[in-house]
């Protein structure tokens, strides 16, 4: 079978060893690669008694059957682990470069074991993998590290983390290529706990494609459609993500203050169009693609990759800041620093808010722009109140009294859309494996932009529907694993298409979402096995129960209530949300489930 | 008169983002022929009128008031990918 | 239910009937919600659609509004449970079925279904219309193609909405009075598609 290597890669660091075998191809049938083979993966590695910090738990980086295929943004890889935020399953991924490089390097997969005594990186090369002492790269930030380490797009790329990591801030990211990230749920911290600083990848071979004709042309049509749509190629190149700032605040959807408000006075200063004003040096793209929305901008202080959206709209309305400048800055020392954008900025308004209630004694207070800096830092290293940031605002605001002011789903910070102005994203959250999270069916698109056609966002009935789908696609998606800016444009059936030229195995449309359903539940079965319920899937109390006073979602709480029992039924779960024995069966994962339940329980 | 705000490329073509629009419904509006195809917005141009979205109310016959803020958006794209 | 479901019942109905992509009883649509399926009652007119037209049953199980659904009922449901639809359109385009009784695939060459549709399989109907067999047959069709051609009966286009299998719908129509007037002008097609062999093999 074309498109996977065929080999993972397994690093042991306790004992520096290095082994390869082969990928398990009924396996990579069933979950693909990225995500999907992450979970698979995980599952069998990491069981319930393995906290997310101890040097048990594992990295896997994975790719997916089309990365570095060269098919239209063919340049992600993920990470998958248990997460030191939510406790649940994760996996985060990434565009740039490192994923591309890493498959060419020959593997599929890379687990990562156990812990180095000292710090340590790893550099994978045509010539061998080797693993070598880190002493003189501890405590360096991101890009000094990708620098030294000889960062080089084409050819040698470099993934690490930063301080944030070495500290173990529960919201620590895993940075490539000096400027891309596995962001969310703190896959940093657990490489921190590893002794882990680097890893350095060199490629050398592309891997091969079965249907080298049927690819051209799907290449082909690809192109027209990413050239075709106003979205990939006018809106994303021309004014980058946070574009969407100024449509999310007209329409009340807009989290402002810690959640306390759905509109944002200062949404114009800090959007798409002000950041392209005035800030933007030019835009720049991933390996392999057309679309390019990232964006270079600079300030007075510093030049760099972002800020997106959901970076503006965490140290912006979140925190009542309306300093596009310092909203940049902040973005810049995150990455620096290796630190998750989203929960660092709504971790902070959740403190700015536990300060204006008297609850936490902290000079952080909505719309303190210059506070932002110094709180990211002390953040990072640990230091002060920081060392309470640094375990997220679930923790953060227990400890001080106020759970319910986390505005979080399973403890991973939500991101920037208010679930009482558009119902199916607050489901999207509740439901999220990996906590709430956008980026896995975001309802966007049919809530709010009306791709492929307009769902109103108030609709409840029917709306489970909707998510669920679009779950299972991402799962897809992310497994494959392609950018999902792609799907603006390129429907899945040309994914699905794409997947069954290269590997050479039939996969209809049908085939391929049916995949992603698989992952879903798979990684649903996993946060089970961890003790997670039903009453987990649920949003903070303020979303269910305080109406917005103002604007055009006034009134709205989350009607979460009838769609999770609809969403369950869909699914195939039961009433406490445990997929039922027939789901299991018709996705082919009743065996893997049951018979790694009694291998888990005799550990 | 209502008060229309362009946003993103839109605002190209206008001096100012932001206008006074002297006109009962969308459908008497100049801004017409630019946003509009067979009565609808064009594909992935968006119409709110107070936040909502003018597909929600009476298309391009809804009511316009003295206090009403219409936003107009071009085709625009988000998320963290 | 929703009024704005209802709304894209009335809505959908009437477009395809003023399209010409239904007669006056003929043709039927149908949407998921959740664990649910809302379908246009049996003898109900697309045109003119009320909303007590519309039956909601369960998707894998009857309950009661089943016996008034239209008999199409178990095709619906047979769609949506193997496939990713979420609204259903059956329509009787009249060009379109011309075409299905002569090929097993129809390969539009006007250049917006090229975009969208590629290419529509025929299948056929070896067994009698709203059978099992034929379910399945049509819903295997669908989990590679959003619209396919029932042999001198009609398509099946499968959508996120209605709006969208509509899209389809209306599509696959279009392009085949384009390729029936091609034919009547009768003169040599000049290719203006690229790589447009790869339409023939989608
Ligand atoms: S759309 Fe943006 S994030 Fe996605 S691959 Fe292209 S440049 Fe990277």
Known sequence: MNGWTGKILDIDLSDATVKTYELDMEMARLFLGGRGLGARLLWDAVGPAIEPLSPDNVLIFATGPLTATGYQTSNRFSVTTKSPLTGTILDANSGGFWGMQFKKAGYDALVVRGRAERPVYVEITPNGVTIEDAKHLWGARVGAVTEQLGQNDNRRNVLCIGPAGENLSRMAAIMNDGRRSLARGGPGAVMGRKNLKAIVVEGKERPGIQDHEGFRFLLYESRKMLRTSPLTSQALPEFGTAVVMNLINHIGALPTRNFQQSQFEGAEAISGEALTEKYLVKNASCWACPIGCTRISRTQKVEGEGPEYETTWAFGAQCGVDDLAAIIEANHLCNELGLDTISTGSTIGCAMELTERGLLDSDLRFGRADMLAPAIEALAYRRDLGDDLADGSLRLATKYGAPELSMSVKGLEMPAYDPRGMQGQGLLYATSNRGACHMRGNMLGLEVLGLPKRIDRFQVQGKSSYVILHQNIAAAIDSLVVCKFTHMAVGEEYFARVLSAVSGVEFSTGDLVRAGERVWNLERMYNLREGFTRSDDTLPSRLLREPLADGPSKGWVNELEPMLAEYYRARGWDRQGVPTQDKLKELELEEIVNSQQSTVNSQ | ?81 | MDERIIQQFLEVGRDLFEADLVSSHGGNISVRLGDRVVIKRRGAMLGRLKPHDLVETGLAKNDSGVALASTELLIHRTIYLSTPALAVIHAHPRTAIAYSLSRDEIVPIDNEASYLLKKIPVVSEEVPSGTKEMAETLANALGAYKIVMLRGHGSFAIGQTLDEAFHWTSTLEEACEIALKAKLIGETFIEYRGMSEGYKKW
């Open chain 2, 1 to 81: 008169m209502a008060r229309v705000t362009l946003y993103g490329g839109l605002r190209r073509h206008v001096s100012a983002p932001m206008q006074q629009l002297d006109s009962v419904t969308m459908r008497d509006a100049e801004l017409q022929a630019a946003l509009f195809e067979n009565d609808r917005p064009r594909p992935h141009v968006r119409v709110l009128v107070n936040g909502r979205n003018l597909e929600w109310m009476r298309g391009l016959d809804t009511p316009l008031e003295q206090d009403h803020q219409v936003a107009i958006f071009p085709p625009i794209a988000g998320g963290t990918p």
